[in-house]
């Protein structure tokens, strides 16, 4: 049965990812991305990871992609123009990424160690006090770093929606 969800969700992650890409308007990728995180979640939950699928859902679904939103919205984005399309990019766009894809898979089948696999509720590092200690010692200097990113560029939003007011 774990395979079985495991496979559902993972489809769902990658079909939701690959619309975040194809499509045209900003929000309708954002809630793309809102599926994504969702599945994600779910993913994590099968892994026994119960404290990073709530925070998963919580900060990524919830509060990022209001933020993404609001930021859209502000900076009153548009459905984005097509391209003139090119016919040799779809001759050779597909095969090319066939033979990338199966180039990438032969390198990990062959160089990276072999491991024993995943067993699904046997992880135990994701819990809040585990969480925390890694965060907030191993990893305290990124964390830092992109909350810093964040606030650069929502102020960058408002200065872009601000010149295209005036």
Do not use: W
Not at 49 to 65: H, P, R, S
Not at 84 to 102: I, N
Not at 133 to 139: E, S
């Amino acid at each position: 049965m774990d395979l079985i969800l495991f496979l559902v969700f993972a489809a769902i992650a990658v079909g939701c990812g690959i619309n975040l890409v194809v499509q045209t308007h900003p929000i309708s990728s954002a809630l793309s991305l809102i599926g994504v995180m969702g599945s994600l979640a779910i993913l994590y939950l099968l892994l026994g990871a119960e404290f990073l699928a709530a925070a998963q859902l919580i900060v990524y679904a919830g509060a990022i992609m209001v933020l993404f939103v609001f930021v859209i919205m502000l900076l009153n984005a548009g459905a984005e123009r097509k391209p003139a399309s090119r016919s040799y990019a779809k001759l050779f766009g597909v095969p090319l990424l066939v033979v990338f894809l199966g180039l990438i898979a032969y390198i990990v089948q062959t160089f990276l160690p072999k491991t024993e696999g995943v067993q699904f509720g046997k992880f135990t590092g994701g819990g809040a006090y585990e969480i925390g200690i890694k965060l907030f010692t191993d990893y305290l200097l990124p964390f830092e770093i992109v909350s810093v990113l964040i606030l650069v560029a929502i102020f960058g939003a408002i200065v872009l929606a601000r010149k295209e007011i005036d």
